[in-house]
Structure formats: C-alpha cells, structure tokens
C-alpha cells in the first residue's frame, strides 16, 4: 500500500508562495494519478491538482494560473507549488493517490472517493 507524507505548510503572507511536497513510499504502480486536495473545518474537501504518471496536469478552478504540481520520479515526490497565496487558500493541504487511469483536460475532475490513498496533511495559512 502506498505511503504518502506531505510537508512544506506553513504561514505566509498575502502574495507569498510556498512549495509542499508530497513524498511517497511502497509506491508499486506503474500507472497512477497522484493529487492534492484541500479542506478547511467543515467543509468538503476540494480538489487542487492533479498529475499523471506521464506529467499531465490538472487544476481546481480556483488555483489555476497560480499553482504548478510537478513530479520527480527519481525521488519518488510530488510538488505543489503555490504563488500568489490569498486568505482563501488557508486549508489543510492532502496528498492523494490511485493506481491507473490518465487524465486529459487542465480541469480537475477527480474527487475524493476516485483516489484510495491519503497522507496526513500539511497547514497552509495565509495572512492579510
């Protein structure tokens, strides 16, 4: 079963960036999607981008045009490169995974229950 630990949160203030990566152990597929997700207390948990494991990339509405996913294969890593930060982007940032499939498109259309693995969480906060 693949294991997966985000790092990389923190504070940052309004315009800022951050960079969290997602490192991945037991990590047996040769076909995959790999994702970032993120919630806040009591909400959904909303898609944020998403790659394949031939590097097409998708992204939630919202953070498209300011947030690069990336992968390093070498490392076993993913990237979620974050510019531009606002309030709004204050969530806990999941990284995700699932075995097979591709995506084409540069919309997030995958949900929550279309990926079977999970890591932790990192915190991201943005201030004024």
């Not at 097409?56 to 919202?62: F, K, P, R």
């Not at 919309?107 to 004024?128: A, C, I, L, P, Y």
Request: charged share 15%.
């Amino acid at each position: 079963r693949v294991q997966l630990v985000e790092s990389g949160g923190g504070s940052v203030q309004t315009g800022g960036s951050l960079r969290l990566s997602c490192a991945a152990s037991e990590f047996a597929y040769s076909t995959y999607i790999m994702a970032w997700f993120r919630q806040t207390p009591g909400k959904e948990r909303e898609g944020v981008a998403a790659i394949d494991a031939d590097g097409n990339a998708s992204y939630g509405d919202s953070v498209k045009g300011r947030f690069t996913i990336s992968q390093d294969t070498a490392k076993n890593t993913m990237y979620l490169q974050m510019n531009n930060l606002a309030p709004e982007d204050t969530a806990m940032y999941y990284c995700a995974a699932r075995e097979g499939a591709s995506q084409n498109g540069d919309t997030m259309v995958m949900g929550v229950t279309d990926f079977t693995n999970w890591g932790q969480g990192t915190q991201v906060t943005v201030s004024s």
